[in-house]
């Protein structure tokens, strides 16, 4: 079935690759016009700095884009800062949910944070919805629904205006396929649509932070969360002081500085 899920949307996974090598240094006006082949060249020479240097100016200037993220999460890795690798890998997750790849990396740079989450506490059927929902992107899913709606209508007519029987009842299955498959598709989209556009999702980017009762130094320490991970901002109203949410529902206030949005 999975296979089918995948030949169906066309899916194929997006894959890069680069070569450690010796670090090197480029004055940063050189950076300037270069494209992304010359981050990937430094990239490829061990010179991580250039590298992510080439990658942010491109994402600053030219528009962002799932693979200039996931290049910059990688050369972050390799250089080290784990939360900002996390960060870009999720950012690229957040363009094109369907890449094997970053997903495959995101797990390996969180296995290398302090902070050990586990989604066990979700139902296997909400973990087995969202694999599917990952499937594609929000636009592959856009045009599936479409494409469902128009053949959902090819099998009413036939159902309407069939002249044979065992015509009728392959348009009867056909229209309450599609029309599962329609509504299946939207949902998905609206899900990538709001992973988009509602960006309450946010990654650690200090060594450690405690979380407050209250946001301001004063407050009772609740807990301690370490860079790299995943929280949701439930709070966004205070410019100095987010409120924050984990997994399991625990709240707390950090300094807007602590964290980054996704």
């Known amino acids: 079935m999975k296979h089918f899920i995948y030949l169906m949307l066309l899916f194929c996974p997006l894959a890069a690759c680069a070569q450690e090598g010796q670090e090197g240094s480029v004055a940063p006006a050189a950076i300037e016009g270069s494209g992304k082949a010359f981050g990937d060249d430094a990239y490829s020479k061990g010179d991580y700095a250039t590298a992510i240097s080439a990658y942010e100016h491109l994402i600053a200037n030219e528009g962002v884009a799932p693979e200039l993220y996931y290049n910059l999460g990688n050369a972050y890795y390799k250089s080290g800062e784990i939360a900002k690798a996390i960060l870009n ?11 094997s790849d970053t997903r495959f990396n995101l797990e390996l740079a969180r296995t290398k944070t302090i902070d050990k989450v586990s989604d066990g506490f979700k139902l296997f059927l909400t973990q087995w919805v969202e694999s599917v ?12 629904g479409a494409a469902a709606f128009i053949l959902m209508l090819v099998a009413l007519l036939l ?9 009728r009842k392959a348009a009867m299955a056909l229209s309450v396929l599609m029309l599962v498959l329609c509504l299946f ?3 998905a989209a ?14 650690i980017m200090n060594a450690s932070v405690t979380a ?3 946001p301001d130094d004063s407050g009772t320490s609740l807990f301690v969360i370490h860079e790299g991970r995943k929280v949701r901002v439930s709070d966004d109203t ?12 625990t709240v707390g206030w950090i300094p807007t500085s602590a964290l980054e949005i996704i």
């Open 89 to 99: 890998y999720e950012r690229a997750l957040l363009l094109d949910p369907s890449d």
């Open 133 to 144: 929902i990952n499937v594609a992107s929000m636009h592959t899913w856009a045009v599936i």
């Open 159 to 167: 159902l309407f205006f069939g002249k044979s029987v065992a015509l």
């Open 185 to 187: 598709s939207n949902i």
């Open 190 to 203: 609206k899900h990538h649509y709001d992973a988009l556009n509602v960006r309450n999702m946010a990654i």
């Open 212 to 214: 407050k009762s209250t």
């Open 238 to 249: 205070m410019k100095e002081w987010k409120e924050i949410e984990l997994e399991d529902g």
